[in-house]
């Protein structure tokens, strides 16, 4: 049974980087046909996918938040990591981090994380 848990600071400050783990057990995050995806939810509000990195280590990413996401991996480590750039408090919310066969995952199929509440405020 696969385990993910989400890991980073729980405040950071505007305009600042966002950084988070998402630590990967019983399972690679290399395994065929696998999308690692990463999700928030701000408060109030539905989740919202933010990108994934695929089995092959290809990345995609949602439109809106391109230009300031970056999603990696450390094969070494089993390791999935999120980049946030130049956040703000909009960009407060539960981070969670994901697995499915599809790059959108889905919360009947996939297998998430617990979540990490992430608040931006100076």
């Known amino acids: 049974q696969v385990q993910l848990q989400e890991s980073g600071p729980g405040l950071v400050r505007p305009s600042q980087t966002l950084s988070l783990t998402c630590t990967v057990s019983?399972?690679?995050?290399?395994?065929?046909?696998?999308?690692w995806s990463w999700i928030r939810q701000p408060p109030g509000k539905e989740l919202e996918w933010m990108g994934a990195?695929?089995?092959?280590?290809?990345?995609y990413y949602r439109t809106s938040l391109k230009s300031r996401t970056s999603i990696s991996r450390d094969t070494s480590k089993n390791q999935i990591t999120l980049q946030l750039r130049s956040v703000t408090p909009e960009d407060t919310a539960v981070y969670y981090c994901?697995?499915?066969?599809?790059?959108?995952?889905?919360?009947?199929?996939?297998?998430w994380g617990q979540g990490t509440q992430v608040t931006v405020s100076s």
């Open positions: 994901a697995r499915d066969r599809s790059r959108v995952p889905d919360r009947a199929t996939g297998s």
């Open positions: 019983g399972g690679s995050i290399t395994a065929n046909y696998y999308y």
């Open positions: 990195i695929g089995y092959s280590g290809s990345t």
